[in-house]
Structures are given as structure tokens and as C-alpha cells.
């Protein structure tokens, strides 16, 4: 088998034929575009510029946007399916897709308006514009929104921020930041507020560009606010609505997440199931001794619980307005986040353990894989947070 021929099947039984039209499309373009960058991106944490104008060129970016800003105004599974896809063949392009796409324009089409989404909307449509969404600091992750220290200031026309925000995707690229900051420290949570800031403001630096163990060509940087002064026409949604924005988006992203953690399941299932079919011991190809197809069958079956799984809680979640259902949604989109890290760590753990040596060297794609599937566990909020919120909710809402 080539390194590229797809074996998996890519559609779930769920799927209708425009979703599933969808989804080979961005496989094939995944694969013949994004595919052969992956290598030196992760080798040289090299990112390709011509990445977003040309997902933006392919009508990849602003899938759910409305047309009239140049978007596909299509829904959240169609979304998703664009990210499994680019993740199947390029993790970390995967990444960056998710951080501009759901986290950046995703939550400015949910809560800015029009005048905002006028002016920077179409850009980040057509990749001319790169996005990140800025609300981790190094003070504050799990505990985001407790614990942010990051300020605005009214005066005049304008918020003055002040702050640092960690481990920001697309950060040292991005054109524009959706940042959160407390525009009332007195308030808690309920006194942050959302604003998008144009990188070129002054008083905005990328302070560093981040090294990580995997998904290395997707830039990750700690950006600082000094004195950074954003017109107040910038802010997104009301005064002290950001826990609102940040809430609602979260559940979206979760999905999203567990799409692109699907993508690379799929990947490693694939090539496992082709290293077992070549690779011999003993006389035989590893694949005939039972331990190794039994390694393979459990994958195979963490694969598809995890896509079934997907596919329908993205369908409610996508038919569930902003804001409706939220305990509901966030626990289903909280538990799918759960299953999407656990199932592709079990999954790629045994990935490597079938490719045996080879698994182990940096430069092979599962290896790779494996160096990326970890932070699956971690961001959009870690596994324990994911396990607090379906908890917490189903805990407070059964009836004694
Ligand atoms: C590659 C990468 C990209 C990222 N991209 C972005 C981005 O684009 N934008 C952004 O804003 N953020 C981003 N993040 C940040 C990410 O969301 C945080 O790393 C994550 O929320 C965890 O926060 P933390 O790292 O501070 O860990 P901590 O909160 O310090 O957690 C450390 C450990 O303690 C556990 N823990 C903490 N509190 C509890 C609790 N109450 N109960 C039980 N266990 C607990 C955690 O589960 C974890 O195991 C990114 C992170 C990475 C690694």
C-alpha cells in the first residue's frame, strides 16, 4: 500500500450524500495538498503560509459562515468533517484549522456584530486573515476564568489591555486575536468581556514562539498585552458577557476536537493495519500472530465508537441554538471530548506498539501521530475538567 491511499471507510451510516460528498473532497484535498507538508513541518516547526489562502481558496474556511460574508453557510458536522479530514493527512495544519476556523471566526460569527464581522470576516473567509482565540494564561488554564488576570480599561473610544495569554495556537501568525480580558475584577467570571485585537496594535508582542513534542509545524506562542489599546467597536458582545461566549464556543470546539481526533485515528489505524500486512517475523507477517490482530480489532472498534459517537452528538449540538439546552449540551460535548483523548491514546499507543522499533523512531508519520494525540487530552479543557463538568451537571440535575 502507498502511504497515502486512504483504506479507511470515511463516512459514518449517519452521514447524508452531501455530507459524505463533503467529506471526500476535503480527504482528497488533504491529502494531495496538506499531506506532503506534514514532514518538515514537524521536523523544521515550520509553518507553510500558504495554507490558509489556499483552505480559504478551496471554500474550507467559514464553512458555517453566512454567504453574504463570503462563507459556505453550512453546518457544524460539515465543519467538523473538513477538520477530520485535514487531520487525517496534516495534524497540526488540523490544528490551526480548528483555532482559526472554530475558536477565532466560529465564536465572532456566534457573538459579534455586523459591524465587527464586516470588517474582518471576509478575510478570515478567504485566508488573507489568520485567527486565534486567546483565553489560557499561565496563571490560569483549567481555572480560566477564575483565575484571569489579563484587564481592560475603558477610556474614551477605547479598551486598554493589559496581560499575558499561553499556549495560543496560530499566535505568532495571527492577524487577529479574540482575546479575553475582565473588564470588571470585582465581577468574577461574569465581569469578562471578549475583544478582537488586530496584532499590528501596538502594545501587542508574541513574547515566544512555543517548542512542543508534537504537533510541532503548528505555531503555539505566549502573546503580551502592554498598554495595548483596542477601539471599543472591537469588543465582542455586551460588557461582562465573555463567560457567555466562552461557555457556548467551548462546547462547539469539543466537537470539533473530537473530529480532528478521529481523523488521526483513522490515519493510524490505517497504517497499522498496512504495516501488519508487510512487515514479517517468524516467517509470517505480524498481522497472522493473534496478539497483533487483536491489537488491531480493538482499534478498529475504538475507531468506530468514537466516529458513531461524533456524528451524533455534532448533530445535536449543530441543531442546538447558542445558548439553549447549555447543561445538556455541555455535558454530551464534555463527554465526547472525554472519549475522542481516551479512545486515540488507546489507539495510538497501539499504533506504535504494532510498528515496534520503527514506532519509536521521531521520523515515522505514526510516531508523530502519537506525539500529537496527546494534547487531545489536554486542550478545550483537560480530561479531569471534561470528567468535573459531566459530573458536576449530572450530579446537580438527577432528581434524589
Ligand atoms: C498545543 C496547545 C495548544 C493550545 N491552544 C490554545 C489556544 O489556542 N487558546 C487558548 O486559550 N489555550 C490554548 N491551550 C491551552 C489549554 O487549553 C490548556 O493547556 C488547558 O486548558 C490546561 O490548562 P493548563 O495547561 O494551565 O493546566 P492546569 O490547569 O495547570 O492543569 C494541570 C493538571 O491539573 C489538573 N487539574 C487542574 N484543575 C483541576 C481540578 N479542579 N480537578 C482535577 N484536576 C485538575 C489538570 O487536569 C491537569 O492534569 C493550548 C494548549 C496546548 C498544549
Redesign the pocket.
Known amino acids: 500500500m502507498s502511504s497515502t491511499t486512504p483504506t479507511t471507510p470515511l463516512a459514518g451510516g449517519l452521514l447524508t450524500s452531501d455530507h459524505r460528498d463533503i467529506l471526500a473532497a476535503a480527504d482528497e484535498y488533504a491529502r494531495n495538498v496538506l499531506f506532503p507538508f506534514q514532514q518538515r513541518m514537524d521536523d523544521e516547526e515550520w509553518w507553510p503560509s500558504e495554507v490558509f489562502p489556499s483552505l480559504g481558496a478551496q471554500g474550507y474556511l467559514g464553512v458555517q459562515a453566512p454567504e453574504a460574508y463570503g462563507g459556505a453557510g453550512l453546518d457544524l458536522l460539515s465543519e467538523g468533517m473538513v477538520g477530520q479530514a485535514i487531520s487525517r493527512w496534516n495534524p497540526a495544519v488540523g490544528?490551526s484549522y480548528l483555532?482559526h476556523e472554530n475558536?477565532c471566526l466560529g465564536n465572532l460569527l456566534a457573538n459579534a456584530d455586523d459591524a465587527l464581522l464586516q470588517r474582518f470576516a471576509p478575510g478570515l473567509i478567504d485566508g488573507s486573515l489568520v485567527g486565534?482565540?486567546?483565553?489560557?494564561?499561565?496563571?490560569?488554564?483549567?481555572?480560566?476564568l477564575g483565575g484571569m488576570r489579563t484587564t481592560a480599561v475603558r477610556d474614551g473610544d477605547e479598551y486598554v489591555l493589559n496581560g499575558t495569554?499561553?499556549?495560543?495556537?496560530?499566535?505568532p501568525i495571527a492577524d487577529v486575536v479574540l482575546v479575553?480580558a475582565k473588564t470588571d475584577l470585582a465581577a468574577g467570571p461574569r465581569g469578562i468581556t471578549a475583544f478582537l485585537v488586530e496584532t499590528t496594535t501596538p502594545g501587542f508582542s508574541v513574547a515566544q514562539k512555543?517548542i512542543?513534542m508534537?504537533?510541532r509545524g503548528?505555531p503555539?506562542g505566549e502573546l503580551l498585552f502592554e498598554d495595548c489599546r483596542v477601539p471599543a467597536a472591537n469588543r465582542v458582545g455586551e460588557e461582562g458577557s465573555g463567560v457567555a461566549v466562552v461557555m457556548n464556543g467551548l462546547d462547539r470546539e469539543r466537537v470539533c476536537l473530537a473530529f480532528s481526533c478521529l481523523g488521526l485515528a483513522e490515519r493510524a489505524i490505517d497504517l497499522t493495519i498496512a504495516y501488519a500486512q508487510d512487515r514479517e517475523q517468524f516467517g509470517s507477517a505480524i498481522g497472522s500472530f493473534q496478539m497483533v490482530a487483536a491489537m488491531i480489532a480493538e482499534m478498529y472498534a475504538d475507531v468506530e465508537s468514537l466516529r458513531s459517537m461524533t456524528l451524533d452528538v455534532a448533530t445535536e449540538v449543530g441543531n442546538t441554538a447558542f445558548g439553549v439546552a447549555h447543561q445538556h449540551i455541555a455535558t454530551r460535548s464534555a463527554a465526547l471530548a472525554l472519549v475522542a483523548g481516551n479512545n486515540l491514546m488507546r489507539i495510538l499507543d497501539k499504533a506504535v506498539q504494532v510498528h515496534g522499533g520503527m514506532g519509536f523512531m521521531w521520523e515515522t508519520e505514526v510516531n508523530r501521530l502519537y506525539r500529537a494525540g496527546k494534547?487531545y487530552e489536554?486542550?478545550?479543557?483537560?480530561?479531569?475538567?471534561r470528567?468535573?463538568i459531566i459530573a458536576s451537571n449530572l450530579l446537580a440535575t438527577r432528581a434524589r
Request: charged share 15%; net charge neutral; hydrophobic share 40%.
Open positions: 490544528l483555532a475558536l486565534a482565540l486567546g483565553l489560557t494564561e499561565p496563571g490560569a488554564g483549567s481555572d480560566a495569554k499561553i499556549y495560543i495556537t496560530n499566535g479575553y512555543l512542543k508534537g504537533l503548528s503555539t494534547l489536554i486542550g478545550a479543557g483537560t480530561n479531569e475538567v470528567k468535573s
